[in-house]
């Protein structure tokens, strides 16, 4: 397994997840959204500073901090989990956006599941496939690589000997 990605501690998992979910949420969910807006099928732009309880922080930031939480808790529970990583993050991105519908939504006073209107749902399953594919693509970039050779054809072919 030299010059693969491990990810050994449960510490490095966690932190890992952590970074991986916030860069996601800012490079991928975001970004859709926003992409969304510009294409007239959103409201609302993405990455809006408008302040939201219960500790009024931007709503970037809240979303952001809750990417990075969830981040967290696919890296605690990669290792348990078999299956192809990607798979692994698209059930990361339907497990966020069943919380985001069934609890934080009727918590902030709104419908459950967008009153099951299908544009808006629609929307938040791209939005947060998106943050799992932003996952699967961000967090293989931060894991620490065993030490040992590369196995790659420059080991072989050496340019000036």
């Known amino acids: 397994m030299q010059g693969r990605a491990v990810m050994k501690s449960l510490s490095t998992r966690i932190f890992l997840g952590c970074v991986a979910g916030a860069l996601s949420v800012l490079m991928f969910h975001q970004t859709t959204l926003q992409v969304f807006f510009w294409l007239g099928w959103a409201q609302q732009a993405a990455f809006r500073t408008a302040q939201v309880p219960p500790f009024n922080v931007p709503l970037v930031v809240s979303i952001t901090f809750w990417g990075a939480v969830y981040g ?14 990607w798979l ?67 080991n072989r072919h050496h340019l000036a000997t």
């Open 72 to 85: 967290g808790l696919f890296g605690l529970a990669l290792p348990w989990a078999w299956a192809p990583l």
């Open 88 to 154: 692994k993050c698209i059930a990361a991105g339907l497990c966020a956006m069943l919380l985001s519908w069934f609890v934080f939504l009727p918590l902030m006073g709104h419908s459950a599941a967008f009153g099951w209107k299908v544009w808006p749902m629609l929307r938040s399953v791209i939005a947060y496939q998106m943050w799992g594919l932003g996952l699967r693509l961000v967090l293989p970039l931060l894991l620490p690589r065993s030490p040992g050779p590369s196995s790659g054809r420059w």
